[in-house]
């Protein structure tokens, strides 16, 4: 083995370890750019003083080992607990389904959002139109996930004319 290619295949090992100190220890991306660097230096530097054969080698190991680390990186930085209905975690209530349609009272003043009692549940409303005053009939108008929106009831005697 010639000097060169020690040189090289330890600026190569160095590279690879600070990448992985990088992803397992210190996650501050500086060490990770250095071992990046350090193997493309490598690279290069076995293009210009080795054999081809020897140069496309490591270039294609570089790539197996980066795909190796990538998923290192992923299976660390990425959730692997489903959040599910099952467990537990809901992300909308499903009482809000039903409410689109349904009359109720506002709580407190809605200007433009407060709270509101409709069908018997307390719910966080959002008025579509002008504000609305606490204790005023409301009408539920769209229900998107948790948003719940209502406007003012017309009064009984012009929805009876």
């Not at 590279?15 to 490598?42: A, E, F, K």
């Not at 689109?100 to 009272?105: L, T």
């Not at 506002?106 to 009692?117: D, I, V």
């Amino acid at each position: 083995m010639t000097t060169m290619l020690a040189i090289i295949l330890l600026l190569y090992a160095v590279g690879i370890l600070l990448i992985i100190l990088d992803i397992l220890l210190i996650p501050t991306s500086v060490t990770s750019m250095i071992g990046g660097g350090l193997v493309g230096t490598s690279i290069f530097l076995m293009f210009k003083y080795q054999s081809t054969g020897s140069a496309v080698t490591l270039f294609i190991v570089t790539a197996g080992v980066g795909f190796g680390l990538a998923r290192l990186a992923a299976d660390r930085y990425t959730l692997q607990h489903q959040l599910n209905r099952e467990d537990g975690y809901v992300g909308t209530d499903p009482r809000h389904e039903g409410l689109r349609g349904k009359a109720g009272v506002t709580l407190t003043p809605l200007r433009p959002a407060g709270k509101a009692t409709i069908d018997g549940l307390r719910v966080d409303v959002v008025s579509r139109g002008p504000m609305i005053g606490a204790d005023e009939p409301i009408v539920v108008v769209e229900v998107e996930g948790n948003r719940v929106v209502v406007k003012p009831e017309p009064p009984a005697e012009a929805a009876a004319a």
